[in-house]
């Protein structure tokens, strides 16, 4: 089911939260928002479910306008950071809850219910907790808990909102990934929230990027990165190194994008070694240029040539493979 | 029992022999004295004084104004509880301060202002007079009492519950497709039913044993709104102190089986 956001507006008080947003999003994608905090994406996120209220605009699903639709009418599935279980069920009635809350015309008898929630536990392998309390339950286990549940009521859109965010990095890790492959299994058009870039990159067929209550660029992960509309893209998608070549003219290159040398060579500049970080594959080197204050970084291969024997204080020659020219910033 | 599981305050012989030893003094030593002054009295006296009609007319009238009380509260306090928590408002920290107020004053203020207000004559009592409602005077005037010497109970109980409750919990229920009735009846109610009752339990007890607000309100018509607390100060004022303790063993017993059925509804609700 495709979404579009018409000119849809928001204000906090005095806070603008939605400046005028327009999107289109389409049937059987995933699509991530993509912003620093207090960049408007939850805030449009809820406006999609129902949760919250455009001052203006509209939100169209499949052609049809829901905008004066409640968020119970809508149909859709909505994951929250902190899981929003409920407490005092156990996880069966948790995922067994939407069914439940039919009209008696529409609710499945017991026994369907589950067969049904037996299904979707085993979607989320974890069918053998369904006795159990959410309090019994890891951050991770709770969260697939919370998309089981979601996914019960069998939703053509589900919309998460910094659904990894409160897991540890491996966690979180491994069920982004496994969230990219249930989408492609289950014919769902799904949006989700996140300030993490490499979830966005990682997870999404397209990236939308926010801030300050407006688009600032949509695109696939690919685009974005390589076409960043702006410097605020640019910067937002990956750590950036500024070089300055002469008084107020300045280069921006990514860390990786470096060339570096133990010999003076063409068009490399040298620059004092600060700290060798190894990374594993990647090791990172800080440089320290004359006559700006602000370090490179650079990130080589880890069996790079010119890491031989590298220590602090020693020189190295280093130039910038790619670079955006001074008149995006 | 004897689990030594809490480092944060030690020596949990020292802390139970002080619990133990304050409990003793405060209460189970004048409890038991109670007891052994009942005593005196033989079986057939005890029963007779406990089953005379006028005591069972105030066993009958205190512990259903006290019931009844408590009932109101657990409505109108949920009402308040849910609107300090939920909602900001001009004037929010000092209706929650207010809430607190029938505790500070004195019971017998509280009781002579209520029956001023609800007397026949009274500011409010005048109206309902009018279309023959007797407030004052009347079982309805004890209960009225009783609702607001106890109305702190299941507001301070619910309060901190209610904040627990994160508003993302009902968003996800209105997400599945729950109508507010259900989202109340399914989510809220069960979080905050243990809660309740335990606010429940101390309004109704603490109603039961209510007397400086009452005796002003009630009129204390032998039979008709005379609750057991003061037909305890009658037996006292007789130097029949046997019988005033027969009547406190009475409530004791009788409180303490319904606070006990409370308590364990409670754990019926949590283990459920």
């Known amino acids: 089911m495709s979404i579009e956001v018409r000119n849809v507006n928001k204000q906090f008080g005095a806070f603008r939260a939605l400046n005028d947003i327009n999107l289109d999003i389409h049937s059987g994608e995933l699509v991530a928002l993509l912003g620093p905090s207090g960049c408007g994406k939850t805030t449009l996120l809820r406006i999609i479910a129902g949760l919250e209220t455009p001052d203006s605009g509209s939100i169209v699903f499949h052609g049809e306008d829901v905008s004066t639709r409640d968020v119970r009418d809508r149909n859709v599935g909505f994951v929250f950071q902190h899981y929003a279980l409920f407490r005092h069920m156990t996880i069966f009635d948790n995922v067994a809850f939407g069914l439940r809350m039919k009209p008696k015309s529409e609710r499945p008898d017991e026994a369907t219910i589950a067969r049904r929630v037996k299904e979707l536990l085993e979607m989320v392998q974890l069918d053998w907790l369904g006795d159990r309390y959410p309090e019994q339950l890891s951050g991770g286990q709770r969260q697939r808990i919370a998309l089981a549940r979601a996914l019960a009521v069998e939703p053509k859109i589900l919309l998460l909102d910094e659904p990894f965010g409160a897991l540890d990095a491996k966690v979180r890790k491994e069920l982004r990934r496994w969230l990219a492959r249930l989408h492609e299994e289950i014919n769902l058009t799904s949006v989700f929230v996140t300030h993490d870039q490499e979830e966005a990159m990682e997870v999404a067929d397209r990236i939308v990027v926010m801030n300050k209550g407006v688009i600032e660029q949509i695109g696939s992960p690919a685009e974005v990165y390589e076409h960043p509309a702006n410097p605020f893209v640019y910067h937002f998608l990956g750590d950036a190194n500024r070089l300055y070549m002469g008084e107020e003219h300045h280069i921006l290159f990514r860390p990786h994008e470096i060339s570096l040398s133990r010999n003076a060579a063409d068009e490399h500049r040298p620059a004092e070694v600060r700290d060798i970080r190894p990374l594993g594959a990647i090791t990172r080197v800080t440089l320290k240029v004359d006559g700006q204050e602000e370090p490179i970084e650079a990130e080589v291969a880890k069996d790079d040539a010119s890491l031989v024997d590298l220590a602090r204080g020693q020189t190295l020659y280093f130039k910038p493979k790619a670079g955006v020219p001074a008149h995006l910033s | ?272």
């Open chain 2, 1 to 272: 029992m004897l689990r030594r599981t809490s480092p944060v305050i030690p020596g949990f012989g020292l802390t139970l022999g002080y619990t133990l030893c304050y409990l003793s003094f405060l209460v189970l030593i004048p409890l038991a004295a109670l007891f052994v002054k009942t005593a005196e009295l033989t079986w057939e006296q005890f029963v007779a004084i406990t089953t005379s009609a006028r005591v069972l007319a105030a066993l009958k009238l205190s512990f259903a104004t006290a019931f009844g009380a408590a009932l109101l509260n657990g409505v109108i306090g949920t009402l308040l509880a849910w609107v300090l928590v939920r909602y900001r408002f001009p004037g929010r920290k000092l209706i929650d301060a207010l809430i607190d107020l029938p505790f500070a004053l004195p019971t017998a203020v509280a009781g002579i202002a209520l029956t001023a207000l609800y007397a026949p004559n009274g500011l409010i009592g005048q109206f309902a007079s009018a279309v023959g409602l007797k407030i004052a005077y009347s079982p309805l005037g004890i209960t009225l009492a009783l609702t607001f010497v106890t109305l702190p109970f299941v507001v301070r109980t619910l309060q901190p519950v209610l904040a627990d409750i994160p508003r993302e919990v009902e968003e996800a229920a209105s997400c599945l497709g729950a109508k507010p009735l259900q989202v109340f009846r399914h989510v809220l109610v069960p979080a905050l039913l243990p809660a309740w009752l335990t606010g429940f339990a101390l309004a109704f007890a603490r109603g039961v044993g209510e007397y400086g607000s009452v005796i002003f309100i009630a009129g204390n018509m032998p039979g008709k709104t005379e609750i057991l607390p003061l037909l305890i100060m009658v037996k006292l004022d007789q130097y029949d102190y046997a019988g005033a303790t027969a009547i406190g063993v009475l409530m004791l017993v009788v409180a303490f089986i319904l606070l006990l059925l409370i308590n364990l509804l409670q754990r019926y609700i949590r283990t459920r």
